[in-house]
């Protein structure tokens, strides 16, 4: 039996057996996959001595960054980044890659199919911003940043040859085709990076928060009448790629959606 898990610190909420298992059990795969607490002073060891066991891991906050300490190669993606989501082994070799960027791309392609010269506002500029733009700059969307401390989000410019502004107030949201909260502001709390009337009816908005799956940014959204995404789906579909990563199987998105609710 095949053995996977997802490692991380916390790790208890994790939804990814969650997902997994639904699709070990729609293919019929004989695998296990377990979430495993590695608190970041225990990384090295439990690579060293745990992660051979593994034909692959899951590796969530804290240590997407730490643990390409561990990896022999990464893909482009996770270069670009500068993150890790998922090992894999190849030719004896240990990959790393991130399957966010696939995730943002596929929740925003749901409702906007086609993203290229879609000028998209992007709020935040931590990991999962990083993941954001790098699926956008893929897609050729026109990419503005905004970030509380505007330091960070000025750094992202020369590296991806985005525009930033530094106050929310300098901009229209009428100017923009989507809106994307990469924040954590409305993890767990009823708080919005947003004024309330910041949104125009036109903007397609997706948070990447999904707990609660309807944060008060989208609910200030669909209240003024915008599409919007839900961050389930992001969750959803870089489980996915990861799936097809390991078993080279394309599963039904449905099949994960439907564990995710369940
Ligand atoms: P992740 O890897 O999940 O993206 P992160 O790298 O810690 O997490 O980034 C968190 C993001 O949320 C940052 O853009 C952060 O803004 P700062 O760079 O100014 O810290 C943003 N964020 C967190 N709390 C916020 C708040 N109360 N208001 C606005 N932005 C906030």
Request: proline share 5%.
């Amino acid at each position: 039996m095949k053995k996977f898990a997802v490692i991380g610190y916390p790790i208890k909420h994790s939804k990814s057996p969650l997902l997994h298992e639904a699709g070990f059990n729609e293919m019929g795969i004989d695998a296990s996959f377990e979430a495993i607490e590695v608190s970041p002073d225990e990384l090295g060891d439990w690579m060293r001595t745990d992660f051979p066991d593994y034909a692959g891991i899951a590796v969530t906050i804290p240590h997407k960054e730490k643990i390409k300490d561990f990896i022999d190669q990464l893909t482009p993606a996770a270069k670009s980044i500068g993150a890790v989501n998922t090992l894999y082994r190849k030719d004896g070799l240990v990959i790393g890659t991130n399957t966010d960027c696939f995730g943002v791309l596929k929740a925003l392609q749901s409702e906007c199919p086609e993203l290229k010269n879609k000028k998209a506002l992007i709020l935040g500029a931590g990991g999962a911003s990083r993941a954001t733009i790098f699926a956008l700059k893929q897609a050729q969307s026109i990419i503005t940043c905004w970030n509380r401390t505007e330091k960070k989000a000025l750094k992202l410019v020369d590296e991806f040859e985005i525009n930033t502004v530094s106050s929310l107030d300098a901009i229209q949201s009428e100017d923009f085709d989507i809106i994307i909260n990469t924040t954590s502001v409305g993890l767990k709390k009823w708080q919005s990076p947003v004024p309330a009337n910041f949104f125009s009816p036109s903007n397609i908005v997706f948070d990447i928060v999904y707990d609660p799956l309807e944060t008060k940014f989208l609910s200030e959204a669909e209240q003024t009448g915008c599409q919007t995404i839900t961050g389930d789906k992001m969750l959803v579909y870089q489980a996915l790629e990861q799936f097809r990563i390991w078993h080279g199987i394309a599963l039904e998105p449905e099949i994960m959606e439907t564990a995710f609710f369940g």
